[in-house]
C-alpha cells in the first residue's frame, strides 16, 4: 500500500514543524491556553484551541477580544473523564448568554484525569464576531477567567456558570501560533495535540508568559497512525 505509507509520511512531516504555541496563566498555576491558526493572512479563519486547567479549576474561559463583554467567549470544563465546552457572549457583567456564532467540534485528545482536564477544541467562528476580529500577523490581547467552583450539570454545554473567582489578560502571539495548513488540518483531524507536559516552560510576564511548545501534534487519524506505526522504523516511530 505505497499510497497509503505516503499520506503517512507526509503527514508526519507537515507535523514536525508543527509547534503549539501556548499561554500560561501566571496567576493560576497549571492553567494555560495553547492555540494554533492556520498559514493565513486575515479573519475569519479556523482556530485550535486547547485549555488545560488544574481539575481544581471548575470551569475555565478565554475571552476572543480580550473582554468579558461583546466578544466570542469559550468556557470549559471537566465531564468525567472529557471536558464540556460552552459558547457564550455576554452583553453586560453578567451570567455570559449561549453564543451561535461560534461552533466547536471537541477533539478526541480532550481529557480528565485526577489532577487536570484538558479541553482541545476546533473553533469556527472565534476569529472573528460583530464588532470585532483577531489580526493573524500579531499578538492579540485575550481576556480569561476562572471559578473553583463547576457548574453542576457537567455534561450541558448550556449549564450556568457562577462569577469567576479571578481573571485577567493575556498577549498571545498569533504569528508564533501560525502553522502550516497541513499540519493545523492534521492537527484537528487527527484528534488534537498530546497532554502538556508538566515541566513547560517558566512563563515571562506577570499576565502570562507566551512560549512554543515543544511537542508535536500527533498528525494522524487513529487507523492512520496504526498503520503508519506497522510501515514506519523504529527511528521513526519514537518521534510520534
Ligand atoms: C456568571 C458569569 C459571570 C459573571 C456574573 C461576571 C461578572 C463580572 C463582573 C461583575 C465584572 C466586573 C467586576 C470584576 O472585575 O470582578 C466582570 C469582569 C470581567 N469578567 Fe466576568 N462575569 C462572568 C463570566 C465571565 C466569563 C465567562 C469571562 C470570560 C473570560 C469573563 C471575563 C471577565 C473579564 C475579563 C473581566 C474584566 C473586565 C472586562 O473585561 O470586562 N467573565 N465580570
Ligand atoms: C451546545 O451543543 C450544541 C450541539 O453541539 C450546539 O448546537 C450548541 O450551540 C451548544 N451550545 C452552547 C451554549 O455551547
Ligand atoms: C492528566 O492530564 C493532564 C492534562 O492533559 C496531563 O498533563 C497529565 O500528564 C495527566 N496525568 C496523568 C497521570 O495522566
Redesign the pocket.
Known sequence: MPGVKFLGLAALAASASAQISESKIADVPGLSFRIAIPETQAAPFDVYLSIVAPKTTGWASIAWGGKMIGNPLTIGWANGDKAT????WAKSRTAPA?Y?GA?YTVLPSTTSNSTHWQLDVLCSGCSQWEGGKLDPNSAANFAWAKNTKGPTNTAL??SSISYHDSHGQFTHDLKLAKIPQSAFDALVGGGGAPATSAAAPPSSTAAGGQSTSPRLAPPLGVAVLALTTVLLTGSVRRRI
Open positions: 465546552v460552552s459558547s457564550r449561549a451561535a461552533s454545554n448550556t
